[in-house]
């Protein structure tokens, strides 16, 4: 294991943590936190681990990166399998073996998609990968419990248990949203670039949420307030209207017209977003 780098005793330090990957914990549950990272080697910085409060419990959540952090660094670790499992094109099962120097048997983990699987964009478009992550991150956590009994992973939770997006205090009032974004085909690199923003995807409204503008080069993306208002506030619609008026792009527009008169709706398909 590495050596720690993270002074817990720093001040200034403990308070990032508290504004950053661990919000909202009480005292006590902040030192369970910190004293899970000490015991483990993660670093929180990195993205390795983070607290999430949900239904007023605290659970202790760990990106892959970290399992695969904590399993390369470990003297014993020999290595791992995967297998996927296909039904019409489409992954139903996937299982790892997690191997240890000084075990006869492997550590199992296997993951279904019935089970873990999410409507997300990134879950729509990589299901093998991201089923893969789960059954990685159980086989992980049998075969080193001492490092991470009491994690999950993010692929492995609900909803309401995934990393807080980290949106800047300093915020111009003109920029306050929601605004909301219609881009349905997008990669992993570009799902990374929106939640960085700290967007999500908002499955009610099939669409990405932002509490922010973001680059002008997805303005054609965004769906217009009257297209949308139902469940907002008035202030969140009238604010919008007045400090970010939003129109479709005329080719947009002629699609819509076209698929009304069809009586479908297109998706929309992007190949990229370069910001």
Known sequence: MEPQLINYLNPKMIETLRNTVARDLTDSEFQLFTEICK??????????????????????????????AIANNHPQFDGMEIDVEMKTDRPFKATCKVHRKDRKFPSTGVALMAEFGKSSPIWVQMPTVMLTKV????????????????TYAEEEMPREYEAPKIVSDKIALEKIG?????????????????????????????CWESPTKLDKKLDKFLVPLSEI???LSSWHVEANAQK?????????????VADIAKGTQAELEIESIEI
């Not at 974004?181 to 929106?194: D, G, N, S, T, V």
């Not at 970010?244 to 819509?256: G, Q, W």
Request: glycine share 10%; hydrophobic share 35%.
């Open 39 to 68: 015991s483990s080697g993660l670093n929180p910085f990195k993205k390795e681990v983070w607290a999430i409060k949900a239904g007023g419990r605290l659970q202790v959540m760990t990106g892959i990166n970290g399992y695969m």
């Open 135 to 150: 059954a990685k991150c159980i086989a992980l956590r049998e075969a080193f419990c001492q490092e991470l009994n009491g």
């Open 178 to 206: 929601p605004y909301f974004y219609e881009i349905k085909h997008i990669l992993a690199p570009q799902q990374e670039y929106l939640e960085g923003q700290g967007a999500f995807w908002n499955s009610e409204k099939t």
């Open 229 to 231: 208002a139902d469940g």
């Open 244 to 256: 970010t008026p939003v129109e479709l792009p005329l080719d947009r527009i002629k699609r819509r």
